[in-house]
């Protein structure tokens, strides 16, 4: 039987360290201004908020890059907490504060704890949570969200993770009658033998098979949190369309940039379709069917405000970018979306890949000025940089670059962490007020760099020597860049 508190949320293993770039300010700000509106200023002084936010990386890199705001992440795990305030303490972030309470004590707290938000976030916890809980989201979106604030939801939806109900039911119940982790086992265990024996729902839906062999993949601490809740439910784009409405809140787009260009995203066969569908709710829907949607990532806007065109045109002509560490230097592309492999021709995207190929930031009206963009070609340029942003080539960033030195020490940390055995999937990277991923080589080998001395006894063996090479080649030079490492050790 659940607690009051957890609500049938799963607890029995610590949730892992992730890092979701798509709930920063700056990715969710250059979102909103390409999708037409104005957003919460970051010059000055704002306030950002993360529901669910577990051991809080996201809340922690967001933070460190972001010396303007105040940042807060919300988690009714006790461990968690505990976890995330340590990294801040010893990294010495000032700007991230982190709230052991549930979403219906907070609702509920006298004298509420938040203060007015500017950026509400949360990422994957609305799946997995009761609709009682749902609804306290909401409520907490309603009361603390400014006028003219972002809210950022990412959930899993319908159809895509639909087939998945029936999985996700095997795993609840070898983790009821063997415990978590030897459950996950069994259940796993049991999956893939339907699944290799022909099992009929993996014949008719393919895809089951691919999603399973994703599964199998993740640690069981977030198997334990995403699938074995007692409330796990993909959800209906309507249904959160209408209870963001409630709380006033209108839809704008997807954080996920490809998503919000049709052309690219949704079969040539479904655009006109799509595309004459008035009523958004039904529209959205549409999408998702067309694309099969897994996973959401819903931007709405607490009283929409939209730019003018000549405003619009200003705030694009003034966004900056950087290339981003394995970035192509030129050349066509291929893009693996929701709906197949897509390609970019060399036209589009070499101009900008090679103009950004130095690593510094430019202008997008700068970028304008490039023959491939002049001549009212500026959509053809928007267009390539959201594609490039969401594969992970281009990153948005500020003007002026903040003092690396909190942001290194969050590194230094992680880092540290890594070495004793921690897992940590990113680094804050100030230049893009952001985050980078890193595998675990390249964090081992950053480890050895910053510190020598402690990793001589490894630095002999030929994996830690093979690894430096390939940190000395790939990784530094970029990661200095973006003020991941200082310049010297």
Known sequence: MSTPLKDGYQTGLPYPAYFHRELTPGWLAATVTALGHRTPPLSGPYTWCELGCGPGLTTLIAAAGNPAGTFYGVDFDAAAIAHARALAAESGLSNAHFLQMSFAELVEADGNPLPLLDFVVLHGVLSWISAANRQAVMRIIEGRLKPGGIACLAYMSQPGSAPMMAMQRVLQRSAELAGVAPGLDSGLSLLRGLRDGGAGQFAVVPELGRQLDQVVRHTPGYL???????????????????????????????????????????????????????????????????RNQTLRRDIYQRGPQPLSLAE???????????????????????????????????EMFSPLLQALADGEAKRFGDLLQLPAYRNGRGGLLNQACQMLYWAG?????????????????????????????????????????????????????AQAWL???????????????????RFMREALPAWQRLGVLPQVP
């Not at 954080?255 to 995203?265: K, M, Y």
């Not at 080539?393 to 020490?409: F, K, N, S, V």
Request: with cysteine.
């Open 393 to 445: 080539h281009l990153h948005p960033c500020a003007g002026t670059t903040p003092d690396p030195t909190t942001a290194q020490a969050l590194n230094r940390v992680i880092l540290r962490a890594v070495a004793n055995g921690g897992d940590y999937p990113a680094l804050a990277a100030p230049a893009i007020a952001s985050g980078i991923p890193a595998d675990r080589d390249m964090l081992l080998a």
């Open 312 to 346: 619009h045109r200003a705030v694009i002509e003034a966004q900056r970018m950087r290339a981003l560490p394995g970035a192509p230097p030129q050349g066509a592309l291929r893009f693996d979306t929701r709906i197949g492999p897509v390609d970019g021709p060399a």
């Open 224 to 290: 334990a949190h995403e699938f074995l809740g007692e409330h796990w439910e993909p959800l209906h784009v309507a249904d959160m369309l209408k209870a963001a409405g409630s709380a006033g809140c209108s839809f704008l787009g997807s954080a996920t940039p490809l998503e919000n260009i049709d052309a690219v995203s949704l079969p040539g066969g479904t655009q006109a379709a799509i595309g004459a569908i008035a009523d958004t709710a039904l529209r959205e829907t549409a999408k998702d069917i067309a």
């Open 451 to 469: 510190n020598p001395a402690s990793a001589s006894e490894d630095a002999a063996s030929g994996e830690a020597a093979a690894r430096m090479t």
